[in-house]
């Protein structure tokens, strides 16, 4: 009989604990909905106390809006509400054209920074630069602003002007500058000769991304007399904030025979994609520089790191922005969307740049421009040479057609002094390409 007790007993014992380990959990993920149905109630409370006693009447479908706004913008600083204006405004920039200053910004330490200023625009004509900091426009303080509203702030009718006030590193005092509004029609990439290389600038990252470098590479090539004329090419990305993942993993892709050009993860194990180059490289294993500096985010980041980590290319410039995120944009209720940051993306070698950005191979500065300095026109006499003196013996070691190719080399090296003084990273560059070329040469 005791025996029998002490089975009872543990058998009870048992069920016990059974139910605790199950009923537990459950216990507390009740408790967990219970106090967000709680703050649910909290919110609902809180609105309509702001609805009936604020000092003033207040738009409702405004505060909604604010309030969601607010729960993204929480998150991280990519995250965001995008009401219906702004979401059609939205899906134009990806096409490539639309209404403003051309800046690409962020929001740091509640300071409006400028990621790029787009090649062309009135921003980046007026000479902003990217790592600015937007303290106020047309004299009123921006500072506690979400960058939504700093953004709307800086939106007007075109033709209008808009005086930004900038803190920039380097200047003891905030400079003023008067930028014109105009409509912003992107040419996301081009592509252009340079000495013996090609130079593929691309500024952006939309639709139009790829068939503007397939098109200008083509042209430029053909203009040049074929590949066999073609020492490398320069991808020139700086200042270019990104854009659509698609249209960077093309870009990637088109230099790339094969391998992975970037990963994506999500918060479960099971998500995340993975992109993968196709065969096939446009400019049949040329040696590439790829310039970078402090404006290259996001897709200009993937793209950098994939030749990089592939031994494509040469990275050259300043490290890159850091922006090892991506963003869905999820259409809602209302015409509006939300961006929401749903994973991060990885280099093929594994490595994460959110925050870090890419390191370039080799570092090269690009030295800022004297914004008081003048151009002057060379008023000096010609340089005197032996070759200009009356009665001068010739050369008898060269024939003509040699002695005019050395004019020409001479010519070339003048010109590549010029592009020093106008872009000294993009210089840079191009000394690289011609040093590989020797290298193979010998």
């Not at 649910?40 to 809180?46: N, P, Y």
């Amino acid at each position: 009989m005791k025996k029998f007790a002490m089975a009872a007993g543990c058998g009870v014992l048992a069920g016990i604990l059974a139910t605790t380990q199950v009923a537990g959990p459950l216990l507390a993920q009740e408790a967990k909905e219970a106090t967000v149905y709680e703050q649910l109630d909290l919110f609902g409370i809180v609105f309509e106390r702001i609805r009936n006693q604020y000092v003033e009447e207040v738009d409702e479908g405004e505060l909604i809006e604010a309030a969601i706004n607010g729960m993204l913008t929480s998150l991280d600083p990519h995250s965001s509400y995008l009401p219906p204006n702004d979401f059609e405004e939205m899906q134009t920039d990806t096409r490539g054209e639309f209404g403003g200053l051309g800046i690409e910004v962020t929001q740091e330490e509640g300071y409006v920074k400028v990621i790029t200023p787009m090649d062309g625009t009135p921003a980046y004509e007026a000479g902003v630069e990217a790592g600015d900091f937007i303290t106020a426009v047309d004299g009123e303080s921006i500072l506690g602003l979400t960058l939504e509203e700093a953004v709307t702030m800086m939106r007007g009718p075109v033709g209008s002007d808009i005086i930004v006030t900038i803190v920039r590193e380097g200047l003891e005092e905030p400079l003023d500058i008067t930028i014109t509004r105009d409509t912003i029609k992107l040419t996301a990439a081009r592509v252009r000769q340079e000495g013996d290389s090609v130079v593929i600038r691309v500024s952006t990252f939309n639709d139009q991304t790829m068939p503007n470098v397939i098109d200008g590479f083509e042209k430029t090539v053909e203009e040049m007399g074929g590949m066999e004329n073609v020492n490398g090419i320069v991808l020139d990305l700086r200042n270019n904030p990104g854009g659509l993942l698609n249209a960077g993993v093309d870009l990637a892709d088109a230099f790339l025979e094969q391998g992975e050009i970037v990963s994506t993860r999500t918060r479960n194990a099971e998500g995340g994609d993975r992109f993968n180059a196709q065969s096939g490289d446009i400019v049949t294993g040329l040696p590439m520089v790829v310039l970078i500096n402090g404006g290259s985010a996001s897709a200009s980041e993937i793209v950098a790191g994939a030749l990089q980590d592939h031994r494509r290319a040469v990275v050259v410039g300043t490290k890159s922005f850091g922006k090892g995120s991506v963003q869905t944009i999820m259409p809602v209720q209302g015409d509006g969307a939300m961006r929401l940051t749903t994973a991060r993306y990885y280099t093929p070698s594994g490595r994460s740049i959110q925050a870090l950005g890419i390191s370039p191979d080799i570092v090269v500065v690009q030295p800022r421009r004297d914004p008081d300095a003048e151009t002057e026109e060379e008023t000096t006499a010609p340089r005197r040479s032996e070759a200009g003196l009356r009665g001068s013996l010739s050369n008898d070691s060269l024939t003509e057609d040699q002695q005019e190719q050395v004019l020409k080399e001479q010519a070339a090296a003048e010109e590549a002094a010029k592009l020093r003084e106008e872009d000294y990273q993009m210089a840079y560059a191009i000394d690289i390409l011609k040093g590989l070329n020797a290298i193979e040469a010998n």
